[in-house]
């Protein structure tokens, strides 16, 4: 399952049919689009 966090009230937000691989981490005030993906092994997350 993928590790989905919010940071200081700001939670990740995903557009429709979004593929999330199991081990991958979002966390932060993270906007994707539509039909996007995150693949194995990748972080993503907001700019400090």
Known sequence: MPIIKS????S???GQECYIAENATIVGDVQMGNQCSVWF????REAM
Request: proline share 9%.
């Open 41 to 44: 092994n990748a972080v993503i």
């Open 12 to 14: 990740p937000e995903m």
């Open 7 to 10: 940071v200081n009230g700001k």
